[in-house]
């Protein structure tokens, strides 16, 4: 998602017992909720979830769901006591083993289960969590998400789930943490007679009860917890096959009745999405779960093979343009951000929020990749280089880890232009391409650390990028390139740097292109003549300081 509105209403709640994992405040204090939440736990470790079917009721008049989770696990290790997550004020009113009920003692939004069958290692083993309750309502969604109980204009029900950050847990029963994900999913949603639920995967049938429809959905994939979605409304439906290249790709459409003709036309631009995506990033990465936008109550959201879009048929973000350039109003924005999210969040997953950069730096450069496909190499660079002005330089773009929180919203923009300023280091199209595309084929499907990305790209690229990520990643500094020329020689060097950080830079010296090789230490090249002329490469992200 997009942090812009949220810098304009940040807002820092009083710490009670639950946690709180709001993205993008400026939380900095942590509970031992938090570390439940965010850390593997040894309750979490032995087990590896391999399945789940969500079964759950959602009644819109009286803002309330009941159901329950099958969850199917293989056993790692021979232990006994089970941590599911299910986030207050919802309860779990029973959880059973082979028919078997099960004591489960609850720790704020943690529950452990007492299992009374032996765990032998190896065995795939399953427990049902049956829950209900009234759910968190969504504040500010997607960011301050939950349930989002809003109606259409024709007074319909428009309901929709977003939980990154807070996590699926507000709304389903689950191993809420990112580095286990299921290997699939089957998804059943019961509303009221003459809605549609709408979630993640292929259609699987629906079944008529006497006043609710129950829809079934089915995902072959490896799914994360928060890209799980129900949304229910009055929806029409459209779809196309795409010839991508795996092959034929359904693509469908689920939007209110009403909006069937803006959505037609605007949604054209999903297909010219996925052609300049699977260019850069190589092929959709789950043809088996088909691929959907879905219309909802609030902006947008990367729900895995069935993005979220509130973006009100208009290209830009909500019609405005984030880069100030112009080349922000040649798409819609949430078409192509949260569809670049199934490659960098959804395909390459982080395994600890702190990480989230892995999902926002890449997707945001994403939006400069689509201009650059349609558009043209200059579009792409201004779009990036305009976006810098939303650049903070607050904190770190890495959180803290093990507790859930993700670093600085400078992920989004200052995260673009470190990849747009490696990409001026390899300076090889074919060859940075070739990377995303690597990463996408190296960590298909898989959850990933900061470090192993770090350790693919260096190892791709043939440079030690140690000291360029510590430096973009983990501080708030900008590379400062002093600088001094006079008619005898250009003095340089780099300043406000963490220690060995040693970038080349390209630069046009009296018109011509060249490479420098700046470090802390001063370095001159002898000139001659009265008229020097220096400029650095707009497209590298660092700060010049002429002496
Ligand atoms: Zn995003």
């Not at 330089?393 to 959180?399: L, T, Y």
Request: proline share 4%; charged share 25%; glycine share 8%.
């Amino acid at each position: 998602m997009n942090t812009r509105f949220l810098l304009f209403s940040i807002s820092f709640l009083a710490l009670s017992l639950s946690a709180k994992a709001q993205l993008m405040t400026d939380k900095n204090e942590f509970t031992q909720q938090d570390t439940l939440r965010g850390s593997i736990t040894p309750e979490r470790s032995w087990w590896d979830l391999t399945y789940y079917h969500l079964d759950v009721e959602i009644a819109p008049d009286k803002k309330f769901i009941s159901g329950k989770n099958t969850i199917q696990y293989k056993v790692l290790e021979h232990q006994s006591v089970m941590q599911i997550d299910l986030q207050e004020p919802l309860k779990i009113t029973k959880v059973t083993q082979n028919g078997k009920s099960l004591k489960v003692v609850q720790n704020g939004n943690a529950h452990f289960v007492y299992l009374k069958k032996k765990q032998e290692i190896g065995k795939t083993n399953s427990i049902e969590v049956y829950y209900e309750g009234h759910p968190k309502v969504a504040v500010k969604a997607p960011w301050d998400g939950g349930f989002s109980w809003k109606t259409d204009k024709n007074g319909n029900p428009f309901v929709a789930t977003s939980c990154q950050g807070l996590g699926a847990s507000v709304w389903w029963p689950c191993k809420d943490h990112m580095y286990d994900e299921v290997d699939s999913m089957d998804i059943s949603v019961t509303v009221p007679k003459g809605l549609m639920d709408v979630s993640n995967g292929q259609f699987a049938g629906k079944t008529e009860n006497e006043t609710s429809t129950t829809y079934n959905w089915t995902v072959k994939n490896p799914i994360n917890n928060y890209g799980v979605n129900a949304n229910v409304g009055d929806y029409v439906h459209f779809t196309e096959i795409y010839d991508g290249e795996k092959g034929p790709l359904k693509m469908d459409y689920y939007v209110l009745r009403d909006n069937l003709e803006k959505a037609k036309e605007q949604f054209k631009q999903a297909p010219k999405m996925m052609k300049a995506f699977e260019y850069w990033f190589g092929p959709y990465p789950f043809y088996e779960d088909g691929f959907k936008i879905v219309e909802t109550p609030y902006l947008g959201m990367e729900h895995q093979s069935s993005v979220t879009y509130g973006n009100g048929f208009k290209n830009g973000y909500l019609g405005r343009d984030l880069s100030g350039t112009g080349w922000g109003l040649k798409f819609d924005f949430i078409i192509v951000h949260e569809s670049g999210h199934e490659w960098f969040a959804n395909n390459i997953t982080y395994k600890d929020a702190a990480d989230m950069w892995i999902h926002e730096s890449f997707t945001n450069y994403s939006e400069s990749l689509y201009l650059e496909y349609y558009f043209g190499k200059e579009a792409a660079s201004e779009y990036v280089i305009g976006i810098r002005k939303n650049i903070l330089n607050d904190k770190p773009i890495i959180g803290p880890y093990n507790v859930n929180k993700e670093g600085s919203g400078d992920m989004y923009y200052k995260g673009a232009n470190m990849i747009h300023t490696l990409r001026q280091l390899i300076e090889d199209d074919e060859k940075f391409r070739n990377i995303l595309r690597g990463m996408n084929e190296t960590f298909y499907h898989q959850t990933v650390t900061t470090q192993q990305i770090e350790n693919y790209i260096s190892k791709q690229t043939g440079y030690d990028l140690q000291q360029f990520f510590d430096q973009y990643l983990r501080t708030t500094k900008i590379p400062t390139l002093e600088y001094s020329i006079n008619n005898k020689e250009l003095k340089f060097r780099w300043t406000n740097i963490v220690e060995k950080f040693d970038m080349p830079v390209l630069v046009s010296l009296n018109g011509k292109a060249q490479w420098i090789y700046p470090k802390a230490d001063w370095k001159t090249i002898p000139l001659d003549g009265s008229e020097n002329t220096f400029k650095v490469d707009p497209n590298f992200y660092i700060e010049t300081k002429k002496l």
